[in-house]
């Protein structure tokens, strides 16, 4: 079965540093996405940023970027120039082809600190 | 814009009651969910469905059940309320991408659930 683990449960950064959320995940899969989702404290979750396992290029959204290692099974989100809209849960999602559901990490809660 | 509706951002019921969530999308997205939230342990999957009348057990289905009667509303049913499932509920939506996957999920507000 698929897991995945996010191993910091808080982190604060000062505004304008940039910060980077680990996550790691198993799985005997070959083809797969990732994603992060951010909830801010109003609760409405969104996508952040989303990779597909067979690109090996590091999909980046503006100041979000990703280090995809897919051998390590690691996939960190950075988030560069952190601004105060920043602060929310982030969650780490994977999901594969034929599951029809995501597999979510237990969040890092990030506050960004004026 | 797609939007994810629940029916209530708070609700408090009593310990026994059957007790309705419901979530409504307006995209025509095939595949919907039913997540729980609680501190520390993230997003749970409690059921969720990739066709109308279709519906998988998640991780954690145990005291719930759901309906997809329509393609646009998936209802998640407490049979039986207990404290235990007081929490924070997410639904949340998708269309189906290749293979069924890949594609972004759209989430409602959540609604907060207290049983007393």
């Known amino acids: 079965a698929q897991t995945v683990t996010q191993s910091q449960p808080e982190m604060s950064v000062q505004e304008a540093e940039t910060v980077t959320l680990s996550c790691t995940y198993d799985?005997?899969?070959?083809?797969?996405?990732l994603f992060w989702y951010k909830q801010p404290p109003s609760r409405q979750m969104i996508l952040v940023i989303r990779?597909?396992?067979?690109?090996?290029q590091n999909a980046t959204e503006n100041r979000f970027s990703v280090n995809f290692q897919k051998a390590a099974k690691s996939f960190s989100l950075k988030i560069s120039d952190s601004q105060l809209g920043d602060t929310a849960m982030y969650f780490c999602?994977?999901?594969?082809?034929?599951?029809?559901?995501?597999?979510f990490g237990t969040g890092t809660r990030l506050k960004v600190l004026a | 814009d797609v939007k994810v509706t629940q029916s209530s951002r708070y609700l408090v019921k009593r310990t026994g009651e059957k007790v309705f969530l419901e979530c409504v999308q307006d995209?025509?997205?095939?595949?919907m969910f039913w997540y729980r939230q609680d501190p520390g342990l993230g997003l749970r999957l409690i059921y969720f469905?990739?066709?109308?009348?279709?519906?998988e057990k998640g991780d954690i289905p145990e005291g719930y059940s759901v309906s997809r009667e329509k393609k646009e509303r998936f209802s998640l049913i407490l049979e039986s309320a207990s404290t235990n499932q007081t929490s924070m509920y997410l639904c949340?939506?998708?269309?189906?991408?290749?293979?069924?996957?890949?594609?972004?999920?759209?989430f409602g507000q959540g609604t907060r659930l207290t049983v007393v």
């Open positions: 949340a939506s998708r269309r189906l991408g290749t293979g069924g996957a890949g594609t972004e999920a759209f």
């Open positions: 799985t005997s899969e070959s083809n797969y996405y």
């Open positions: 990779q597909e396992a067979y690109k090996q």
């Open positions: 999602a994977f999901d594969s082809p034929g599951t029809y559901k995501y597999i």
């Open positions: 995209m025509d997205h095939e595949n």
């Open positions: 469905s990739y066709d109308v009348k279709m519906k």
